[in-house]
């Protein structure tokens, strides 16, 4: 009888996880939707939605790797480590009770309107958004709180696509990005000063009372760092206000935080059958195991466990400095941009016809089927 692996959390991380693993394994898949809903690229999610879902919203069932994995429409409400059980509140209400020999948890963070454990259907998913781009292009002048890679990302794209918007992007220290190398900060800081955005170093919001920064507001903007009072016609909240997804977790696996504790082989500490990856994992001071290929880490040292080898498990290896595209797919093409700093170009053309429909599908998640 095969063992069984039951994944809590079908994000990016998550899936690719059970893709890796699905071959030789009994798996099971908790997620609160019915689909894989990218957090990656809010900028052309915002500016190009129906682009954007052609690559980064797909239901499970069209991934081949999936074939044979069940997976569930609900949320977690608890883990039992001592039964290797966990509980789950289905869509209709009802519960539902799943054992486990192996567990991951890859529940991510909620980040936003972006990222979030809500309990949604395929339709509320696509309403909220269609909602998000029209609420966003009928705006004149925007405001954008946060200098991460979700805010960079959302300025440029939105000033790139609409040159007559008013664009304003605040952050609290002298450049944006903050995590990213030297040089890639430099780089992106000219190109949105290029393109016309407006940038406000040192600018630190004051967030209402209450507020969890995932809506839009219009509200007028004050600054606990002291400027002047700011109006816009809707403010995105990209301030990196991380509610780790971990209200189900056993309060010893977690951090002070609420991150799930991860050792240097992405295991939990002291439960040699439990496994955490992604930005729920608290594997290094980036938590940067959603890239860096953690996914292939977990899956090998899953197998490794499984098979009675322990001793060939792998350490997941962290870089000094984040890394990616952040401003997704261009006029020019995708720019990924490495922790050294330098960068790659991959041409639009090769875009559309080698880096998603071939590398992305048929290498990473080993093959896609058409939308019927």
Known sequence: MKKRIIIAGF??????????????????GISAKPCLVSGQELGTRLTQPETWKQNYLMRFGRYRHLDGVKTIHGTIETVDAHTQAVTVKLADGSNVVETYDILVI???????????????????????????????????KVAIIGGGATGVSVASNVKELHPGK?????????????????????????RLKT???????????????????????????????????????????????????????PEDMLNEKGFVNADEYLRVPGYNNVFTVGDIAASDPNRSSARNAGFMTVAHNIAAVLEGKPKTMKRFKATRFRWGSILGVQKEGM??????????????????????????????????????
Do not use: M
Not at 166 to 190: A, C, D, K, N, T
Not at 342 to 363: C, E, Y
């Open 195 to 249: 393109q016309g955005v407006q940038l406000h170093p040192y600018h630190r919001a004051e967030i209402p009372d209450g507020f969890t920064c995932e809506d839009f507001t219009n509200s007028p903007l004050e600054w606990s760092s002291g400027q002047q009072t700011f109006h816009a016609d809707l403010t995105l909240w990209a301030v990196g206000k991380l509610t780790p997804n971990s209200g189900f977790v």
């Open 166 to 190: 008013r664009v304003h992007l605040f952050y609290s220290q002298s450049q944006p990005l903050p995590g990213y190398h030297p040089r890639v900060r430099s780089r992106i800081e000219q």
């Open 11 to 28: 994000g990016d991380t998550g899936l690719l996880v059970a893709v890796h693993l699905k071959k030789h394994y009994d798996i099971i």
């Open 106 to 140: 890859a529940s991510g963070v909620t980040n936003g309107f972006w990222r979030n454990n809500r309990l949604q259907s395929l339709d509320d998913i696509e309403s909220g958004l269609t909602q998000a781009a029209s609420q966003l292009s009928n705006a004149d």
């Open 335 to 372: 720019r990924v941009f490495t922790p050294q700093g330098f960068s790659v170009r991959v041409p639009r053309s090769i875009v559309k016809t080698v880096l998603f429909p071939f590398f992305v599908r048929r290498v990473i998640y080993r093959g896609v089927n058409a939308e019927k």
